[in-house]
């Protein structure tokens, strides 16, 4: 029974530490895209997903629309977390020919596939 209790408190730490600087992590994103416009109608916990999963196969129109309004820049929230969105390639080709010291790529789904 106390080995029981210990376990639990011990879970509850890991899953409120974990909780915790999650979301500071996403109170900052939020604060550092503030002043990016954003579409109007995201739900406050899913943010833009359910507009983009309504019809999934005209999503690309709703982005293209989306920049037609708010410009080449703008901020979509997904699960809360927000993801800023650049349509223009002249701001973004820089980055991408500054080569992998500055954007290094995202290795995990990659790695499933090595022998």
């Not at 915790?20 to 604060?31: C, F, Q």
């Not at 550092?32 to 999503?59: E, I």
């Not at 993801?83 to 390639?89: A, C, M, N, R």
């Amino acid at each position: 029974m106390l080995l029981g209790a210990a376990v639990l408190l011990a879970l509850a730490v890991v899953c409120g530490t974990w909780l915790y600087n999650d979301g500071i992590l996403v109170l900052r994103r939020l604060h550092a895209t503030k002043d990016m416009p954003d579409p109007a109608g995201g739900h406050w916990l899913l943010g833009h997903l359910l507009l983009l999963l309504a019809k999934p196969m005209t999503s690309f129109k709703t982005f293209h629309e989306w920049a037609e309004t708010y410009g080449p820049v703008y901020r979509v929230r997904f699960l809360c977390r927000p993801v800023v969105v650049v349509t223009d390639p002249d701001l973004y080709q820089p980055l991408l020919r500054s080569g992998p010291a500055k954007l290094p790529k995202y290795t995990a789904p990659y790695k499933m596939f090595e022998v």
